[in-house]
């Protein structure tokens, strides 16, 4: 970073962005005796713009294992935590800052207020942006990108798919084809209620549904890697987009809901980011693919979806639903995907929605739903002894889907969920639960 070409304009480092801005400009940066991962307390020292209006003390997230422990000239401390005594810097003049720790994530308390302090008090940017503005954006930029020219939709009932084939509607109208390709990996009764709404309620143009459900099963058998399976179900789906373009087409445009999120963890936000895992919308496609891509929510997050989706009059059953894997159950269903695995994941989680939604707790939750895998435990039904499979349950709760934290549902639930998954999914004869927040675990299994 060329912070000459930088002077006299406002600079906030993040984390590694704190460390670098002490290294370059003369300060030191070693290996920290003891890693600071998750949940830490933060103190502050002495005013700060960035700062203003907050308590003396509060919550963050940390994730480094380098602490900054030589300051550059012209820079003071703003805060400590109990592993690092510089977890946030300032220079003398107010244009540079720097924090050790994440003000963007949900865990941070106080973060939108940093970064609010940040943008409005220290850049002295004016707020200029609403939802209403992003979705008449989104409609001039695919009209301008499309033109006259007809694209083609994959729609999967999530939220992201349909708020993206709607305004992708609203921008080209008849000249969007609509496919929903049932890959058999969806929900309980999932493919019979989203048709429906496409059908009745959005209207969605010229919508083809292609049952392809034997089709994939039979490419994943024999695969067990997580990643290869995310590529086998995208080289999968691409071959199916291009059998519709042979067929209905030809589509010059492919659209598709991929969120910022999805963007990050496939590590295509920037040069050298690191894969934390291939979403299929962005990294499971081919590279050969000839399809031109539409993507107008890249830069969106999953909560700004849903107000747009709102905006847009889709309906509840669509805009409150737990998010959903590009993979379905493959991403839940850990080894090989097979049909015992799949309907006990597919039963599992529908006993795990059913229940929350009864206690009143589904739409407080950001995810909620079941794993399967190869490993089996010894129960006893009917007064037999059974072999059957162990089913883990994840639940979930998050803004952004960025960080989460897992749960803590009343013993009486648990119970509930267990004892209906035992006695009604065949095969079960285990139910635990995940109680690792993300980070360091990721909130699907895959």
């Known amino acids: 970073m060329d912070f000459k070409a930088l002077k006299g304009k406002p600079v906030l480092g993040i984390c590694y962005g704190l460390q670098l801005i002490a290294h370059q400009l003369g300060g030191e940066v070693k290996k920290a005796e003891k890693r600071e991962y ?32 030589k300051l550059p000239e012209g820079f003071e401390r703003v805060a400590e935590s109990s592993n690092s005594s510089n977890a946030a810097i300032q220079s003398s003049d107010g244009m540079v800052y720097g924090v050790q720790f994440h003000p963007e994530v949900s865990h941070t308390e106080n973060g939108k207020k940093i970064l ?37 939709c994959a729609v999967s009932g999530g939220v992201d798919s349909t708020v993206a084939a709607v305004l992708t509607k609203k921008a080209i109208g008849d000249n969007l084809t609509c496919v ?28 083809i549904y292609i049952d392809a459900a034997e089709r994939f ?25 291009e059998e519709v373009n042979s067929r209905y087409g030809p589509f010059e445009l492919l659209v598709q809901g991929t969120l910022y999120p999805d963007v990050i963890e ?24 000839r399809f031109k891509l539409i993507e107008p929510l890249r830069q969106l997050y999953k909560d700004e979806v849903r107000l747009l989706a709102e905006k847009l009059g889709i309906p509840p059953e669509i805009t409150r639903r737990h998010p959903f894997p590009g993979p379905g159950l493959a991403a839940r269903v850990i080894g090989e995907v097979t049909g015992k695995k799949l309907r006990i994941c597919r039963e599992a989680s529908h006993i795990v929605e059913e229940e929350l939604k009864k206690a009143g707790l589904y739409d407080k939750v950001w995810q909620a739903f079941a794993v399967v895998g190869d490993d089996k435990a010894t129960g006893v039904k009917g007064d037999e002894r059974s072999y059957g499979y162990i089913v883990t349950i994840r639940v979930v709760e998050s803004e952004d889907g960025m960080t989460a934290n897992w749960v803590k549902l009343p013993n009486e639930l648990l119970e509930k969920i267990a004892n209906r998954i035992t006695n009604e999914v065949e095969e079960a004869t285990w139910v635990t639960y995940a109680i690792t927040h993300k980070p360091p675990s990721t909130i699907e299994p895959q």
């Open 116 to 152: 609010a302090n940040f943008i409005f008090n220290i850049c002295k940017a004016q707020p200029s942006w609403s939802m209403d503005n992003y979705a008449e954006q989104a409609v001039e930029e695919i009209r301008r990108e499309a033109g006259s020219r007809k694209a083609l």
């Open 38 to 69: 998750g949940r830490a307390s933060i103190r502050l020292l002495n005013n700060t713009p960035l700062f203003q209006g907050l308590p003396s003390e509060f919550n963050v997230w940390m994730s480094h294992s380098d602490v900054v422990t």
């Open 217 to 241: 099963l039979n490419k994943l058998k024999g695969v067990k890697d997580p990643e290869e399976k995310r590529k086998v179900i995208g080289r999968e789906f691409a071959e199916i987009f």
């Open 266 to 289: 496939s590590g295509e936000s920037r040069a050298g980011a690191a894969r934390i895992k291939t979403h299929h919308n962005v990294g499971g496609m081919p590279k050969g693919i």
């Open 180 to 207: 929903f390709v049932n890959h058999g990996l969806l929900r309980k009764n999932e493919a019979e209620e989203v048709l429906r709404i496409y059908r009745e309620e959005l209207k969605l143009p010229n919508l």
